[in-house]
């Protein structure tokens, strides 16, 4: 595992929520529970701050190499409060690992239990102290190093691959419904980013950001749907992202 970054951002659902003319929501918090939606189990409502309205998504994870910047781990998981936390310490896990491996991650990751669980795992994390009226799990021995500086100026390089994939990948507005064919088209489009980063790496670089790229894990498989003759199918590529 070579120095990482990792972030979790909402992907939006191709599905509304139900609605119910006979009962009188003033007043109350809209949740999953009186509000699941109809066309897509899977989505959970979901903001990612409190001045944002709730809106039904999945949570798309990405794990970046550091200095050239490829995607080398993808996750899509329920939109929760503790779901980025959890699909990173799962994609750390599954990665090899190398000396002195360090992950940087923005402030929603600084917890206690993740601090220790990366530290267990023999990674370092990297990241952005939390000090909104608690104490940050991140401690000075940690700070105090020229590597974590460089580590938080490199972390918001991540944005980039959300952006991309949003845009010019389509993910801003998925095509399917259902976690397992949205998870494939995220993993799909972060495929085709990788291969524009690789473009555009300098020939010094180029071993190094291929070897970061270990592939990414057997959830990728091509869902299959149900053709109109019975047949089982696959959607084409073309038709999951633009790339």
Known sequence: MQPSRID???VPARAIYARHAERDFHGEKRTNAAHPSTTDPDARLYRKSPSQGAKLCHMGHLTTENR???I???ELTPATGWGERAAAEAMIEDLPRCPHATLAADKA???AAFVANMREQGVVPHLAQNISGRRSAIDGWTTRHPNYAVSQRARKRIEEAFGWIK???GLRKPRHRGRDKVRWTFTLTAAAYNLIRLKKTPRGGLMIAQSSIVGFRDHAETPTT???DGNKTTPS?????TC
């Open 109 to 111: 990751y600084d917890t």
């Open 8 to 10: 979790g951002s909402a």
């Open 167 to 169: 845009t010019i990948g």
């Open 68 to 70: 050239y910047g490829p």
């Open 72 to 74: 080398v781990e993808t």
């Open 237 to 241: 590529p073309r038709s999951s992202a």
């Open 226 to 228: 149900s053709g109109r």
